[in-house]
């Protein structure tokens, strides 16, 4: 009789497949650093992007993502993309 193959070949080619599809799309991360709460509207959000932080202000572009920054207020920021919106508070990652 021949030997039944092994299941750690096929997990490893899975795996490798899993790994070379994750690493296609990298995701860069923002973090809110703080708000500028200034006169209407010249406030602006301190994003940190890549190490770097930015100032961003209201009707802005954050970096490449498409996230635009729509508003801030009491320390947390209302972005939006695509119809999505979301708002961050200072500190938080997105």
């Known amino acids: ?7 750690s070949a096929a997990s490893s080619s899975q795996s490798s497949n899993a790994i070379a599809t994750g690493s296609a799309e990298p995701t860069i991360k923002h973090t809110l650093m703080g708000v500028l709460e200034l006169e209407a509207g010249k406030s602006a959000a301190l ?46 990652t997105f």
């Open 1 to 7: 009789p021949l030997p039944a193959p092994t299941p």
């Open 47 to 92: 994003i940190k992007v890549k190490g770097k932080t930015k100032r961003v202000w209201l009707g802005e572009k954050i970096n490449s993502s498409g996230w635009i920054l729509e508003s801030v207020t009491n320390q947390t920021a209302t972005i939006s993309n695509q119809g999505q919106v979301r708002s961050i508070e200072v500190g938080e």
